[in-house]
């Protein structure tokens, strides 16, 4: 059977679903790899280097769609709204799409991808157990963006992260507030103290305390009623209207206090949570940075847009939304893990295996037989739900949420 990897052409985007190395993986399990030509150039990875891996270099893209059982993609329609939707008509029925699609946010778009009978796999839904961990995109992402949102702030800043005793006096450290702890925000805590910064962090769950406490930041405590902030799936709830209020004016006390403010706080399928208010930004001292992870849904911060540079009272904001992007060829690395490791866990014997039975493969489905599958995006469409064979009994879930 055939995997094919296209040209990524939402712009700016530089990652690419596969790279050379794990392409021996796929050669064992008994798939044959096309690349479209050029694919990976962006990453640093050249066609020379996906033939030396044993992949087959196709022309064009629609050429790599003809060939292909199976395509790989970092950003399906969906997260890809205007230049994907060139895709449709090189689809068939049958053929299978394994990327985002940022279905919760865009689920319109996957009832288009449906209607061609093609089937979807959408990565950002793949459940968060245990034996999934290694299949995580989300999670290898926000990874790589905690680490650049340092970057980006250390940059802005007027002042360097560390303390420094020097000859010319000593240079007090930057202290760094980050507010959420999953899995970005635990890399932006490690990234700041690796640079020498004094750390604090929030998040409206409890229980990871622990893990911040444990990377060297001091966690910090609000005067809330939070016991019950997590979903099912790790993720923070969203508060009441009162609860919201009271964080916002306890966080600004802290905020004012802080030479960089870096927010990952998001619920999935909803507008990311107003955390940081215009007047709190507007108490920091100037030269002070905020960067806003969860700029893509709003923002947490209340003065932030999207992928644009704000300077309010003499703070820098950052909006950005793609910062995986920024680093491809190690982003690039962990996306094309994770698709591997998917996409073998449907293989038998050199042949793609689809059981509805298994939790993985049921919750990431997102189309198939021209009908949307998944039942949270059939009733965030208003269809009625479909009935679906009964998932294997889910595994234990992990400590760590994004």
């Known amino acids: 059977m055939n995997v094919a990897v296209v040209r990524e052409t939402l712009p700016g985007e530089r990652r690419v679903a596969l790279v050379p190395a794990v392409l021996p993986l796929l050669a064992k399990a008994g798939w044959d790899v096309l690349i479209e030509s050029g694919a990976g150039e962006q990453a640093g990875f050249a066609d020379a280097d996906y033939e030396s891996a044993g992949a087959t270099i196709v022309a064009d893209r629609g050429q790599a769609f003809s060939q292909a059982d199976v395509v790989l993609q970092v950003r399906c329609l969906g997260a890809n709204p205007e230049a994907g939707r060139g895709d449709l008509e090189l689809l068939r029925p049958e053929q299978v799409v394994i990327g ?17 009978k093609a089937i979807l796999f959408a990565m950002e839904m793949i459940p968060r157990i245990t034996r999934a961990q290694s299949m995580d995109v989300l999670s290898s992402m926000a990874t790589i963006a905690g680490y650049k949102a340092v970057l980006q702030a250390a940059d802005r800043l007027p002042k360097l992260f560390p303390m420094l005793m020097t000859a010319a006096g000593t240079l007090v450290a930057a202290k760094v507030l980050v507010i959420g702890a999953g899995v970005a925000g635990l890399q932006a805590i490690a990234s700041s ?41 790790g993720y923070a709830k969203q508060l009441t209207e009162e609860q919201v209020k009271m964080q916002q004016q306890q966080l600004a006390d802290i905020i004012a206090d802080c030479d960089v403010c870096i927010t990952t706080a998001a619920i999935p399928g909803r507008p990311s949570p107003l955390l940081v208010t215009a007047d709190a930004v507007r108490r920091m001292r100037r030269g002070s ?8 849904r709003g923002g947490n911060c209340e003065l932030t847009v999207a992928d644009e540079v704000v300077v309010e009272n003499g703070v820098t904001l950052l909006g950005p939304t793609n ?13 094309a893990k994770n698709l591997v490791t998917f996409l073998l866990h449907m293989t038998t014997d050199g042949k793609l295996d689809i059981d509805l ?12 037989d021209g009908q949307v599958q998944s039942a949270r995006l059939r009733d965030l469409l208003g269809l009625d739900p479909l009935v679906l064979p009964e998932a294997t009994p889910p595994a234990d879930h992990l400590a760590s949420k994004d």
């Open 323 to 335: 910062l995986s992007s920024e680093i491809p060829q190690h982003a690039s690395q962990m996306y």
């Open 289 to 296: 940075v905020v960067v806003d992870l969860a700029a893509e």
């Open 100 to 116: 985002m699609c940022d279905p919760l946010g865009n689920p319109q778009a996957v009832q288009e991808l449906a209607d061609t």
């Open 193 to 233: 103290r690796r640079l020498g910064a004094i750390v604090h962090a929030y998040d409206v769950r409890p229980v990871v305390k622990e893990q911040i406490e444990s990377l060297g930041a001091r966690f910090v405590e609000l005067q809330l009623d939070t016991g019950d902030a997590e979903d099912q799936g």
């Open 357 to 368: 039975k298994d939790e993985i493969v049921c919750d990431t489905l997102a189309a198939k």
